[in-house]
């Protein structure tokens, strides 16, 4: 870590009980922070707080919330702002995927989808670094997804895309006032994510092994570019690639190409999976 403050900091993960968010709380106790682990399974953040305690001595805060409630988002959004007991890293990462298409799926999952992967994201951001910013000092990770650039995804893509425009604006806002602002967008990770969503995690093809990545290649690449300030994290040299030749093919022919791909191919391997 190439600028980590020195005393024992203070780092909130959202949806640090499970997949990313249980690797990156690991990874940052690991660092030497304390934590504050965010989620809505009270008896699961209990289990992941003894567990880091005991596994790196530092000090774990539980927070259980359900960041598509308004009332407990704002309770985490007071958390990440205190001045009483700074957060110094925010990780956005709670998140989930929908098996449904926009158009005909059901308008509430839609909107939940939205107030976490988007509007908490939004909220918390703001929080973070309303406070980071007088104090000098911050680190704000939010995680988007190599979908994000993917236009046929569903709505997954486009709550993506929003983090990732969202968080390159944010970089660009806060240059020379000490704090950073980084999004990671990963390719395919076995997390609990596609259970959740009703996916499939991919077969054992040398394909399906070649796009999996490692979780903690990914947690380990992302936070080495947050303190060092890159605004943007694509972990892997594979999935740099694939997100280069997105980000230059006309976004058309991207989505003419994804929309024409057979329905179970888009089952096995979703763009709304990652
Ligand atoms: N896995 C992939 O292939 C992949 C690829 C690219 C990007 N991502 C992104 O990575 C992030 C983490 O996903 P993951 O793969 O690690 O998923 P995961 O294993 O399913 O973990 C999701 C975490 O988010 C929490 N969560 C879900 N809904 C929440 C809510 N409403 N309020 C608070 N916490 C909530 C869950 O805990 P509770 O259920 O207890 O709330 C859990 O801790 C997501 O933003 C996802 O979009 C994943």
Not at 45 to 68: K, N, Q
Not at 169 to 175: F, N, P, S, V, W
Request: charge should be positive; charged fraction near 20%; include cysteine.
């Amino acid at each position: 870590m190439s600028s980590a403050p020195s005393s024992r900091p203070t780092a909130l993960v959202t949806g640090a009980t499970a997949g990313l968010g249980a690797a990156y709380a690991r990874s940052l106790a690991g660092r030497g922070f304390d934590l504050v682990v965010v989620a809505r399974d009270v008896a699961r953040l209990e289990t992941t707080a003894a567990t880091l305690r005991s596994e790196f001595g530092v000090e774990v805060e539980v927070l259980a919330a359900d960041l598509s409630d308004r009332a407990a988002l704002e309770r985490v959004a007071e958390r990440v702002a205190s001045t009483r007991a700074p957060v110094d890293v925010l990780v956005n990462n709670a998140g989930f995927g929908l098996r449904q298409r926009f158009y005909d799926g059901v308008p509430a999952d839609h909107e939940r989808m939205f107030d976490v992967l988007c509007r908490a994201v939004m909220v918390l951001s703001r929080a973070a670094t309303g406070a980071m910013v007088p104090r000098g000092r911050g680190w704000v990770l939010n995680v988007g997804s190599v979908a994000g650039l993917v236009p046929g995804g569903g709505h997954y893509s486009a709550a993506k895309a929003y983090v990732i425009v969202l968080t390159e604006t944010l970089a660009g806002e806060l240059r020379g006032t000490g704090v950073k602002a980084t999004v990671v967008e990963p390719g395919y990770v076995r997390t609990e994510f596609h259970a959740r969503s009703g996916m499939t995690s991919g077969g054992s093809s040398s394909l399906s092994s070649r796009i999996w990545l490692d979780i903690d290649d990914v947690v380990d690449a992302s936070l080495d570019d947050l303190f060092a300030g890159r605004p943007v994290s694509v972990p892997t040299k594979r999935w740099k690639a694939v997100s280069t030749v997105l980000d230059v093919l006309p976004r058309g022919l991207v989505s003419r190409v994804w929309n024409g791909m057979p329905s179970g191919a888009r089952r096995r391997h979703p763009t709304s999976g990652q």
